[in-house]
């Protein structure tokens, strides 16, 4: 059973600032489409414990932060940076 990913507003920002300023537009894109399709499969194993429920996960260009809620299969997207 899959993951519902969503990205709240300040990720989807983040995620816009980076692709306005990237040389590789569209390595950006792949990247974002990537950890969507990632996050959906199997979020607990990707990445690395943060703290509490959050994890961090790097898939060059870009890296983001994300709080997995298993019972309700949701992940939140919560920051995404430039590598």
Known sequence: MSFT???IPAAEQNLAE???AAEER????FAAREIDSLLKR???AL???RFDSIR???F???GVDFEVLSQ??????LSAWSL
């Open 26 to 29: 569209a390595a950006v894109t």
């Open 5 to 7: 990913v969503v990205w």
């Open 72 to 77: 309700d299969r949701l992940v939140y997207v």
């Open 47 to 49: 990445g690395d414990a």
């Open 56 to 58: 961090s996960f790097e």
């Open 18 to 20: 980076i692709w306005l």
């Open 60 to 62: 060059p260009p870009i």
């Open 42 to 44: 199997d979020p607990d």
